[in-house]
């Protein structure tokens, strides 16, 4: 799922899995997979789960945030990025990295550029 543009939780996971009456060691069917799919592609919108993240950082709610306080978050929490991948995002969504990410803009590009193949 993953692969193909999905960031399913593995509670999301284990509940597709239930639904369609499949253990965890059991084997997925192809057409099982795509209704899988389908279900979680309609429940994300991986933007607007971006926009509300970067909402929070924005202290003065104008728009921006400053590009190293998302450095710190991106390499401190959750799946944690390197700096090295933190630098290749920036790079691919023109940040500058101590300058100022207007958020909305930096969300959509985010976006654009996972659901690529």
Same mark, same amino acid.
Request: proline share 2%; hydrophobic share 40%; glycine share 4%.
């Given at each position: 799922? $993953?692969c193909?543009g999905? !960031?399913?939780?593995?509670? +999301?996971?284990? $509940? *597709?899995?239930?639904?369609?009456?499949? %253990?965890? &060691?059991?084997?997925?069917?192809f057409?099982?997979?795509?209704?899988m799919? *389908? +279900?979680?592609?309609?429940?994300? &919108?991986?933007?607007?789960?971006?926009?509300?993240?970067? $909402? @929070?950082?924005?202290?003065?709610?104008?728009?921006?945030?400053?590009? !190293?306080?998302?450095?710190?978050?991106?390499?401190?929490l959750?799946?944690k990025?390197? %700096?090295?991948? @933190?630098? +290749?995002?920036? $790079?691919q969504?023109? @940040?500058?990295?101590?300058?100022?990410?207007?958020? +909305?803009?930096?969300?959509?590009?985010?976006?654009?550029?996972?659901t690529?193949?």
């Open positions: 799922m $993953r193909l999905c !960031s399913p939780t593995l509670a +999301e996971v284990d $509940r *597709h899995l239930k639904m369609s009456n499949i %253990d965890k &060691s059991g084997e997925l069917d057409s099982t997979f795509l209704i799919m *389908h +279900e979680q592609l309609n429940q994300e &919108s991986p933007e607007e789960e971006i926009m509300k993240a970067l $909402r @929070v950082m924005d202290k003065q709610k104008n728009g921006f945030i400053l590009a !190293s306080d998302l450095r710190a978050k991106l390499t401190a959750g799946e990025l390197t %700096d090295q991948e @933190v630098d +290749e995002l920036f $790079r969504a023109g @940040v500058e990295n101590d300058g100022c990410i207007f958020y +909305e803009e930096f969300a959509k590009m985010v976006t654009l550029q996972s690529r193949c």
